[in-house]
């Protein structure tokens, strides 16, 4: 995790920069497909987030559960995550 600690730091720094560049755009009353446009960006940052922490999370926690014959929690961590990613 620590590897991806310090990526996960930095795409969150984006983010956030892009989310008050998107209150400054709604503020100054810009271009509605603009605005979109900054909205969908900022949704696929997530997205990358969420992609690199579930990477992570299988890897490594789900893969421990396993070896330690917790497989009916790997199992259900596993189910959980894939229903929320899909949402």
Do not use: F, P, W
């Amino acid at each position: 995790m620590h590897n991806d600690k310090q990526k996960l730091i930095r795409r969150l720094k984006i983010i956030e920069g892009q989310v008050r560049g998107l209150q400054e755009m709604i503020n100054k009353d810009k271009y509605c497909i603009d605005i979109i446009t900054q909205t969908s960006a900022i949704k696929q940052g997530l997205s990358n987030v969420e992609d690199i922490l579930l990477e992570g999370h299988l890897s490594h926690c789900v893969i421990d559960q396993i070896k330690k014959g917790q497989n009916e929690k790997a199992t259900q961590e596993i189910l959980k995550v894939y229903g929320l990613k899909r949402k």
